[in-house]
């Protein structure tokens, strides 16, 4: 079934917290769910589906909706890493599109800030009920070791560079100066990147995205329902999502599932890479950017590279306007997963609403698109196309 | 790593033995051999072991001793970790590519495409586990 024209994005909220010691992991999720709600005009009461990820205290959507005590028709769990809300647009889409609910609310909260997670340098052990882990967790890995090796891998194939990697990091800071909730609002040079120590070879400590408290809400709902609000109609017009694996021992390091996301997201829209406005790419690595600008079809396999340089993506500079909250590497990655980030500052653009140092004129067509779990190491991938009519 | 050993290390390793079908992959490892499951229909081996063929849907996949050779991927120093290693991608002579340690080396004389081959280390669990040595 077709998502077109049926989901419009009513509300948006992105916690303003980056540091919460003095909350818990449910009240986090509690605050965005109704500051998304707030902002499209509703309230819990007219909630009736609900979609969260492992996140979620509990295991599942059940004992976040107990919490906010929804009357749900229809709950959605599904798990799949930092791109798990790009994908639950997609379902809550097709979910209104088939008329099981009509006012979707879905949430992002947690603390890694505050627990003092080194999310990106220490062993990944959690997974250990993962069915390859007697093979993998001798060897503990890093989410940095096998980002690592996708920029050696990239650097090797297509004569990527430091410098180019650096550009993205400092596109980013461009943006996050003009946020006040940026972690990181320092603008950065080139040369702060490149002589930033290195983490795990060659990925150096200022390719690595920021790690925050917070999280995150979006509400989507029907065509009739949004008319009767007041808020500026921004709907979804395509969605993809897939899978990137081991491929039983034979998979490319330097691709992700942008290549099947991002293409099926665009055909559904009807529309191409180059008639986007403005572009949310997850990017909890610099080389992540680069991987996705080529497998989403914004240049050729292995110009990722040249295409980042000289600013481009930097608003009101680059061809690609790109991450004008600052995204991952400089504002907010709220409990280590971008996703709804990425949304929520798709959204804002196609509102008008971003900071007028970084919107875009004329903004009616964004993609949000990003990796759940981690490149390289298998993981989940999503995209989502809005448009503002 | 004693062959005359009534039980053998990995039977005390929790994860080893939430594998039974694997059984036959942690007693070649502790012979120092390592095991690729391979297709009989595909005819391909792959990585991680598994008794399904990823590659082609059978049912029909068999243990075969690897050559235990082949080459470099990719490979990270992980500075951060205590001790550091150097995280590797090896591809193997047989096709799949697995995950592993480079050791016995410096990471700042390795390249991709370099020559390795395969050494077993018993793990603190009580596995033996196979790392990589350049040749």
Known sequence: MSTQKHAHVAGIFEHPTRFAPDKSVPQLHAECAVGALRDAGLS????????????????GPLWMADYLNLKVRWLDGTEAGGCSYLAHIQHAAVAIAAGRCSIALITLAGKPRSSGMATGTMPQTAGSDRPEAPWTSTYRWSIAGIYGMCAQRHMHQYG???????????????????????????????DDVMDSPVISDPIRRLDCCVITDG???????????????????????????TIYTNDGGYCDLTRTGAERSGAAAFRE???????????????????????????????????????????????????LPWNTDGGGLCNNHPMNRGGITKAI????????????????????????????????????????????? | MNPDKSTLTFEQDPLAIAYPESREFWVAAEMGNLLLKTCDECGRAHWYPRTL??????????????????????????????????????????????????????????????????????TAEGRAMPFFSTV
């Open chain 1, 44 to 59: 819990l009461s007219d909630v009736d589906g609900y979609f969260c990820a492992g996140d979620a205290p509990g295991g």
């Open chain 1, 160 to 190: 990527t560079t430091l410098e180019q990697m650096a550009w993205v990091k400092v596109s980013a800071s461009h943006h996050a100066q003009y946020n006040t909730r940026a972690l990181l609002r320092k603008l950065l040079t080139i």
């Open chain 1, 269 to 319: 829209a009807g529309i191409m890479p180059s008639d986007i406005d403005y572009a949310s790419i997850y990017d909890n690595f610099t080389i992540a950017v680069i991987m996705q600008l080529e497998d989403l079809g914004f240049c050729e396999k292995g110009r990722g590279g040249a295409f980042v340089a000289d600013g481009n993506l930097i608003s009101g500079v680059g061809k």
């Open chain 2, 53 to 122: 063929c990823p590659l082609c849907g059978s049912e029909r996949t068999q243990w075969k001793v690897g050559s235990g050779t082949g080459t470099i991927y990719a490979f990270s120093r992980s500075r951060r970790m205590d001790p550091p290693c150097t995280l590797a991608y090896v591809t193997l002579s047989e096709g799949p590519m697995l995950m592993t340690h480079i050791v016995d080396a410096r990471a700042e004389d390795l390249k991709i495409g370099q020559a390795v081959s395969v050494q077993f280390r018993p």
């Open chain 1, 215 to 241: 999280g995150g809400a979006l509400v989507l709902t029907t065509p009739e329902i949004a008319r009767s609000l007041s808020r500026p109609f921004v709907r979804v017009i395509g969605a993809g999502q």
């Open chain 1, 345 to 389: 500052e798709a959204v804002r653009q196609l509102r008008g609403e971003a900071h007028p140092a970084v919107q875009v004129k004329n903004c009616r067509l964004a993609l949000a698109s990003g990796p759940g779990l981690v490149t390289g190491g298998g993981h989940a991938h999503a995209s989502v196309i809005f448009e503002r009519n």
